[in-house]
């Protein structure tokens, strides 16, 4: 095992994962993973039309597969498919749970496949009892409980498009969302807790009712308050009916949202189909999910890996949810939870690992986590220091996975692969059907080269739409102006050339430029980030002297005190570790970092900040009062 090299696949994970069953359905033998991917992008019909008939997707799959096959933006999947989202996540059996959901105040509840088929069949009654058809659209203002799955399979169920918000977006973040999709039905909770302290959102709910007129109902979820609400009633219904309409491959499901931290947020739209498909493929295929298995993902509902979760309901998994604090009341609260309730497959985003290592948590000492076998990472590059802290305390013997993908596709381009062998800092391959590759500046392929992370060929799961964009002008100017009829992600990346693996070392609007050179950010966060003397940072580029110069914000450690000697520290660590090039002009102590409510770092919000630009949409921001620490530096205004 090389010195990179953290895992190695069993040959029994290898002889009975569900990567091996199909592989050898569709004539290929393991391990030569490279192959398989290479002869799904380059026959796409026949192994999507494998891909269904493999995970046994409920529904009509037609005869045709895709039309307009080379034109990425107006190419078709299924078009005479037609299937019920909904029907293909009930299809669990019976008796087995489905639905985990625990809250950090230790509330626990759970629902086999039968009990949620039945919840969502009184739902979906009760939502056509009040005039929600095929084509409306349900918001929903709720925390990540069963409840909310509950609503989502019942909207789904009769053809209506789901949109989430968590309830920490505040009235203005909700509004810009929800306002722009003309909502019918608003699901809404009174509240949420956090750290173990409730917040009250009621307002915030009869505001949004106020503002948005489209709004003909509201029901009601109590999560702070134990009195009876609208949830209490509509399971009281007589409701046993589990018939399902079929709806074409790629009706409307969900829309989603961009983070909007350069104006309002752009509102993508999703098949159910393609999301589906797409899905089952990335949970059976690369994390071997099955009946036997159990899922979780730290997350809220304001972020696509919400979607991703849930859709394990249709390998039979059960899916754990969790509401409130992955710190509270302890550092070790999801792993407590992982060794309760013995889950398989744990998530969660790349700062959460930072901020464990930062905390010194070691479960390996702590917790039996023997049900583990992997874990999947993202929201942001995964540090190589994070992969060796996984295998280093946590566990030895658990695939590592980090997965790259995003909102826009709602699904990865790259995530785990269980032949491979898990390398330090690398994803482990590119997604099945999906055609990844690394372009440089004039479109032409790379290896073990920094460039644009594309994505050459149509998927399934490709938006079908933005809203209320008519001639797809901000769909294509999203994705297809860099490189003509090429997916372009806005990723700076590279591929390796020995192992296969990608590298992402951020977001390629986000790259730095000093003296012609491009560097990703994440690189000079892996190395200051790992100094205990820093709790976090952000970098970015500002204009100076027609040139680009790097500036280094840092928040402290506690009881760390900011001095000159620190940042000879960290410009020597750079030097040594990176290059000359990755040095900053300027390091400067700030008390935060503004992030998303996804927790990405605001690189783009800080950059707009100190070059005298507004930040349009401070609401897409978890952090938005923090902004006023970047404005009129005196540091920035000098050499």
């Not at 009341?329 to 985003?349: D, H, K």
Request: proline share 5%; with cysteine; aromatic share 10%.
């Amino acid at each position: 095992m090389s010195s990179n090299q953290l895992w190695l696949p069993a040959d029994e994970l290898i002889d009975s994962c569900n990567l091996t069953r199909f592989a050898i359905s569709v004539g290929f033998e393991p391990p030569n993973y490279f192959q398989l991917h290479d002869w799904s992008i380059n026959n796409k019909v026949e192994f999507w039309r494998n891909v269904w008939d493999f995970s046994g997707v409920s529904g009509d799959r037609g005869n045709l597969v895709l039309e307009n096959k080379d034109d990425f933006l107006k190419s078709t999947w299924f078009p005479s498919a037609r299937l019920n989202f909904a029907e293909n996540l009930l299809r669990g059996n019976d008796d087995d749970i489905a639905i985990v959901s625990i809250t950090e105040m230790g509330l626990r509840t759970e629902l086999t496949f039968s009990e949620l088929g039945r919840k969502v069949a009184q739902f979906s009654s009760a939502l056509t009892e009040v005039g929600i058809e095929s084509g409306d659209r349900v918001a929903a203002y709720l925390p990540n409980v069963a409840e909310t799955v509950i609503a989502m399979l019942g909207t789904a169920s009769i053809g209506a498009a789901w949109s989430s918000c968590s309830p920490d977006f505040g009235f203005h973040g909700a509004l810009d969302r929800f306002s722009q999709i003309s909502p019918k039905v608003l699901i809404a909770c009174d509240g949420y807790t956090y750290n173990g302290k409730q917040f009250d959102v009621s307002q915030n709910v009869r505001s949004l009712e106020r503002h948005i007129d489209s709004i003909k109902h509201v029901i009601n979820l109590n999560f702070l308050s134990t009195q009876t609400d609208d949830f209490d009633s509509i399971f009281q219904r007589d409701e046993e009916n589990r018939d399902y309409q079929w709806f074409p491959f790629n009706h409307p499901l969900y829309v989603v949202y961009s983070s909007g931290t350069t104006g309002k947020p752009k509102c993508i739209v999703h098949s159910a189909g393609g999301t589906l498909i797409q899905h089952l493929k990335e949970h059976q295929l690369h994390v071997n999910l099955s009946g036997h298995s159990r899922m979780f993902f730290f997350t809220t509902c304001g972020w696509m890996m919400w979607n991703w979760l849930v859709s394990a309901l249709a390998s039979g998994s059960t899916i754990v949810l969790y509401e409130g604090s992955a710190f509270w009341p302890n550092p070790n609260t999801l792993f407590e939870m992982i060794e309760n309730e013995s889950i398989n497959v744990f998530g969660a985003s790349a700062k959460y690992f930072s901020a464990l290592e930062k905390a010194n948590v070691k479960p390996k000492t702590e917790q039996d986590l023997t049900s583990l076998v992997s874990m999947q990472s993202t929201g942001s590059p995964l540090a190589p220091e994070s992969f060796d802290y996984v295998y280093r305390d946590i566990k030895d013997d658990v695939q590592m996975a980090s997965i790259s993908g995003g909102t826009d596709l709602l699904s990865c381009f790259a995530l785990g692969v269980p032949w491979l062998p898990v390398h330090r800092g690398e994803l482990q391959g590119p997604g099945l059907g999906m055609a990844v590759d690394v372009f440089d500046d004039s479109g032409n392929p790379v290896r073990s080269a920094r460039g644009e992370l594309v994505c050459t060929q149509t998927f399934p799961s490709k938006p079908i739409s933005f809203w209320n964009d008519p001639e797809d002008n901000k769909y294509r100017a999203a994705y297809f102006d860099k490189f003509p009829n090429v997916w372009a992600h806005g990723d700076f990346a590279e591929i390796d050339s020995a192992t296969g693996g990608l590298i992402i070392h951020g977001r390629s609007d986000a790259v730095l430029n000093p003296g012609g050179v491009r560097i990703g950010t994440a690189e000079i966060y892996r190395q200051v980030e790992a100094m205990p003397e820093i709790s976090e940072a952000l970098c970015i580029g500002q204009n100076w002297n027609d040139d680009v110069r790097v500036i280094l914000f840092i928040v402290l450690a506690p009881k760390i005190k900011f001095a000159e000697e620190l940042c000879v520290q960290i410009k020597q660590r750079l030097r040594a570790n990176a290059s000359p090039r990755h040095v900053p002009a300027k390091i400067i102590a700030v008390p935060e970092i503004p992030r998303t409510r996804s927790g990405k770092i605001a690189e783009l919000a800080v950059r707009d900040l100190i070059h005298g630009h507004d930040v349009v949409n401070t609401s897409a921001l978890a952090n938005p009062e923090c902004l006023s620490n970047f404005q009129n530096m005196p540091e920035l205004l000098i050499d």
